[in-house]
Nanobody, 123 residues
Framework: QVQLVESGGGLVQAGGSLELSCAAS????????MGWYRQAPGKQRELVAS???????NYADSVKGRFTISRDNAKNTVYLQMNSLKPEDTAVYYC?????????????????WGKGTLVTVSS
């Protein structure tokens, strides 16, 4: 079984910064792409940023220049540094990972999600 656990959410004033972390654990053989999504109240979940195993990155237009995604493959961890936060960044942020897992000698490739961490930006 594979688990993703996010941390780092909280309350911050507009213009402030937060860093989110997401650590994957379990019977992991390797992790392909990892990413951060967010869901604001009454809205659909949307991609914030993603990063490949070789650290190629992709960002939503709304966060370009303000957020930076990075990963530590040795720690199976992905980070999201969020600067110049705006009230519209308020949402539950979810970690996602495309994991190749090994269990009882069987290799499987599945998508996993964390439970989410709340980021609230006050104006």
């Amino acid at each position: 079984q594979v688990q993703l656990v996010e941390s780092g959410g909280g309350l911050v004033q507009a213009g402030g910064s937060l860093e989110l972390s997401c650590a994957a654990s379990g019977s992991i053989f390797s992790i392909n792409a990892m990413g951060w999504y967010r869901q604001a109240p009454g809205k659909q979940r949307e991609l914030v940023a993603s990063i490949t195993k070789r650290s190629s990155t992709n960002y939503a237009d709304s966060v370009k220049g303000r957020f930076t995604i990075s990963r530590d493959n040795a720690k199976n961890t992905v980070y999201l540094q969020m600067n110049s936060l705006k009230p519209e960044d308020t949402a539950v942020y979810y970690c996602n990972a495309d994991v190749v897992a090994v269990r009882a000698g069987i290799i499987s490739n599945m998508d996993y999600w964390g439970k989410g961490t709340l980021v609230t930006v006050s104006s």
